[in-house]
């Protein structure tokens, strides 16, 4: 244990072993956190500074997860900071990533890609509702996550910006982030977006 034994967070579960995952934060880890009513099987992303995100997006992945809560959204149960090592605690999707699935055509049933792509929309849509508008900016299937029911969870909202409140027509100008080859093509070029 470490000085994260408030959250009982083994650190022996940070090894590269049990890596499940690596993007533009750090490393996902798969590991057991010790709860009041007993072990739960979580996903552990640790920061790693050297692969170009800090401090403002791991708050951005804490504020966006802890306001806006929807059964397709991967829920964060804990966060912690020791020093300069900060980890972010997310439910654990058992069945990983969608990218993993969409090379081989025969691993999803049309209904399932069908109720992916619905749980994914609703996701992105039904927790900001219409009050405000939340732009993912690195929505890919590598961020769309599936539990044990096959459950959409979105993940990944680190980049993501908030537009105007209460507006029927929202527009947000900013830099443009996210993995190039998801991007629209018009937003790469201009970092001007709209929803009508």
């Known amino acids: 244990m470490s000085d994260f034994d408030h959250l009982k967070i083994p650190m022996k579960d940070l090894d590269p072993a049990k890596v499940i995952g690596c993007g533009r934060f750090g490393r996902v880890y ?18 790693d500074r ?14 966006m997860l802890s306001k806006y809560k929807h059964e397709n959204l991967i829920s964060l149960m804990h966060f912690c900071i020791d020093g300069d090592k900060m980890i972010l605690v997310y439910e654990y999707a058992s069945h ?3 990218d993993r699935y969409l ?3 025969s691993t999803l049933t049309w209904i399932q890609r069908l109720r992916i792509c619905i749980g994914a929309a609703r996701g992105l849509h039904d927790p900001m509702g219409t009050q405000q508008r939340v732009l993912h900016r690195d929505i890919k299937s590598a961020n769309i996550l599936l539990d044990e029911k096959w459950m959409v969870k979105v993940s990944d909202f680190g980049l993501s910006k908030i537009g105007p409140a209460n507006q029927a027509y929202t527009y947000l100008v900013s830099n443009v982030v ?12 201009l970092g001007f977006l709209s929803r009508v």
């Open 50 to 63: 050297r692969l170009g995100q800090g401090n403002i997006e791991f708050w951005k992945e804490i504020m």
């Open 178 to 189: 996210g993995t190039p080859g998801y991007c629209d093509p018009l937003y790469w070029e």
């Open 30 to 47: 798969k590991g057991e956190l010790s709860l009041p009513e007993g072990q739960v099987t979580v996903a552990f992303k640790q920061l």
């Open 103 to 105: 090379s081989d055509a």
């Open 96 to 98: 990983g990533s969608l």
